[in-house]
T-cell receptor, first 113, second 114 residues
């Protein structure tokens, strides 16, 4: 049962472009939505996170937009660079059951020079 | 250096053998987690532990076992009962306080069983 659906599976943009990765969830008990960045052969690294009482959060070139009524959230990468090429995962968790993260399927991003 | 260490980085085993993956953290985090990642796939939760001497099954616990005898350590044993053990295994930890939910991941262990 995939509770967090992520799209697209892969994405190619030119340097300076703004890739957008979308996630949708079903469980209304989710109350924390982090994004992770993973380079090949490495563990995921926490990038940015948002709670549902906020509609947007920015950290550097990374922005999360959150639409609680639609149960959707997205990651935007401004002025993307080749070094941003990685796999991005959205996730969600609830305050119960050990705060287990439910991950989306991942988006492989390639930023061309 | 604070962080999460996993060893070894690469592990090769013959089918039918049990193998134990190490995960150690010096972040003083209470909760620890094990995930499995298959090529081109997301992460799936195997086991998690919120406190010492206590752990719960995740979504794909069959064929795996864990222990949590120390706060810093959460080893994962991949048993011969796991039908498809070749994968990238990731350990994570989280501070269980103050409503903070951030999970931090180790570098992973790539297990190949032939």
């Amino acid at each position: 049962q995939q509770q967090v659906k992520q799209s697209p599976q892969s994405l190619i943009v030119q340097k300076g472009g703004i890739p957008i990765i979308n996630c949708a969830y079903e469980n209304t008990a989710f109350d924390y939505f982090p994004w992770y960045q993973q380079f090949p052969g490495k563990g995921p690294a926490l990038l940015i996170a948002i709670r549902p009482d906020v509609s947007e959060k920015k950290e550097g070139r990374f922005t999360i937009s959150f639409n609680k009524s639609a149960k959707q959230f997205s990651l935007h990468i401004m002025d993307s660079q080749p070094g941003d090429s990685a796999t991005y995962f959205c996730a969600a968790t609830t305050p119960n059951a050990g705060n287990m993260l439910t991950f989306g399927g991942g988006t492989r991003l390639m930023v061309k020079p | 250096d604070g962080g999460i260490t996993q060893s070894p980085k690469y592990l090769f085993r013959k089918e039918g053998q049990n193998v134990t993956l190490s995960c150690e953290q010096n972040l003083n985090h209470d909760a620890m987690y094990w995930y499995r990642q298959d090529p081109g796939q997301g992460l799936r939760l195997i086991y998690y532990s919120q406190i010492v001497n206590d752990f719960q099954k995740g979504d794909i616990a069959e064929g795996y076992s864990v222990s949590r005898e120390k706060k810093e350590s959460f080893p994962l044993t991949v048993t011969s009962a796991q039908k498809n053990p070749t994968a990238f295994y990731l350990c994570a930890s989280r501070l269980r306080a103050g409503g903070r939910y951030e999970q931090y991941f180790g570098p992973g262990t790539r297990l190949t069983v032939t």
